[in-house]
């Protein structure tokens, strides 16, 4: 069974750091690209990021960029997001996703999200 | 506002059918694939098509999508109250390089 389970979300204050990690089981990780989506509170999904399945690859929205870091570890079957200067607009629901919304295949499979609240 | 366009809501009856349109441009949707997202607030969101029309194992054919140039429409037959949710539309950029999704549309079954 695919699993994917979230952690690190929490309380941050402007202009802090967070990092975001995606454990990955039921599936080989290393052979699917990951991604991280966002929904802040009241609105849609939002893409931020995605890594290829070796990870030489990366790409983000420009809303993050420079500012967020996506990365994995293909030996511990784990996605990141380091997520640095924050600000009050990154208070959001983020979720890791099996897949890329740029792959046929589409995001395949979500987990359940980590809410992160950036405020003093 | 969101690369791709869709309706903010849309509603329909029991048992009927309803389509929900998803606009982009030449270099989103007339460039690649397009998927569809169902998402009920405060669970993970569900792929419910992929490559335009195709459907993940244990979606039923109740849910279908297709892509002409640069829109695509996802379908939903034989409504029932546990279709209500935020539906999204998704795609890969090639100019800008980034995913976008469309800005969700939420079905009602009255």
């Known amino acids: 069974e695919v699993q994917l389970l979230e952690s690190g979300g929490g309380l941050v204050q402007p202009g802090g750091s967070q990092r975001l990690s995606c454990a990955a089981s039921?599936?080989?990780?290393?052979?699917?690209?990951m991604t991280w989506v966002r929904q802040a509170p009241g609105k849609g999904l939002e893409w931020v990021s995605s890594?290829?399945?070796?990870?030489?690859?990366?790409y983000y929205a420009d809303s993050v960029k420079g500012r967020f870091t996506i990365s994995r570890d293909n030996s511990r079957n784990t996605l990141y997001l380091q997520m640095n200067s924050l600000r009050a607009e990154d208070t959001a629901v983020y979720f890791c996703?099996?897949?890329?919304?740029?792959?046929?295949?589409?995001?395949?499979?979500w987990g359940q999200g980590t809410l992160v609240t950036v405020s003093s | 506002q969101s690369v791709l366009t869709q309706p903010p809501s849309v509603s329909a009856a029991p048992g009927q059918k309803v389509t929900i349109s998803c606009s982009g441009s030449s270099s989103n949707i007339g460039k690649n694939s397009v998927s569809w997202y169902q998402h009920l607030p405060g669970t993970a969101p569900k792929l419910l098509i992929y490559?335009?029309?195709k459907r993940p194992s244990g979606i039923p054919d109740r849910f279908s999508g297709s892509k002409s140039g640069t829109s695509a429409t996802l379908g939903i037959t034989g409504l029932q109250t546990g279709d209500e949710a935020d539906y999204y539309c998704?795609?890969?950029?090639?100019?800008?390089?980034?995913?976008?999704f469309g800005g969700g549309t939420k079905l009602t079954v009255l």
């Open positions: 998704g795609a890969w950029d090639t100019s800008l390089s980034a995913g976008v």
């Open positions: 890594i290829t399945e070796s990870g030489d690859k990366t």
């Open positions: 490559d335009n029309n």
């Open positions: 039921g599936f080989t990780f290393s052979s699917y690209a």
């Open positions: 996703a099996k897949g890329g919304v740029g792959r046929v295949q589409g995001l395949i499979y």
